[in-house]
């Protein structure tokens, strides 16, 4: 079993930056592949970032390229989304997601773990 919890959300005006962080615990963290959805309001959980056990490859939506970094800590267990340029439209609760091989990346049915989730709310 593996643990996953979010933390790092908040509300921020329009332009600004957030940093999501993702503890895990219960599995050995470098074998699992991370992934971040979110999920706005009145609206399905949808793909965000996606990064391999290394680190040294991930994977975007495109409305995120250019304003989201996705990384990883594999010493500390954690997993990162550096969020800038934010948007009200970013506006949505984000969760955490691994998999210790996910058959498609930019699939929530492809992740086992999922964390409780964070808020992030972006104000015009």
């Known amino acids: 079993q593996v643990q996953l919890v979010e933390s790092g959300g908040g509300l921020v005006q329009a332009g600004g930056s957030l940093r999501l962080s993702c503890a895990a615990s219960?599995?050995?963290?470098?074998?699992?592949?991370m992934g971040w959805f979110r999920q706005p309001p009145g609206k399905e959980r949808e793909f965000v970032a996606h990064?391999?056990?290394?680190?040294?490859?991930?994977h975007y939506a495109d409305s995120m390229k250019g304003r989201f970094t996705i990384s990883r800590d594999n010493a500390k267990n954690t997993v990162y989304l550096q969020m800038n340029s934010l948007k009200p439209e970013d506006t949505a609760v984000y969760y955490c997601?691994?998999?210790?091989?996910?058959?498609?990346?930019?699939?929530?049915?492809?992740?086992?773990?999922w964390g409780q989730g964070t808020q992030v709310t972006v104000s015009s």
């Open positions: 990064i391999n056990w290394s680190g040294g490859n991930t």
């Open positions: 997601a691994a998999d210790p091989n996910p058959y498609l990346y930019y699939s929530r049915s492809s992740y086992t773990y």
């Open positions: 219960g599995r050995t963290f470098r074998t699992l592949f």
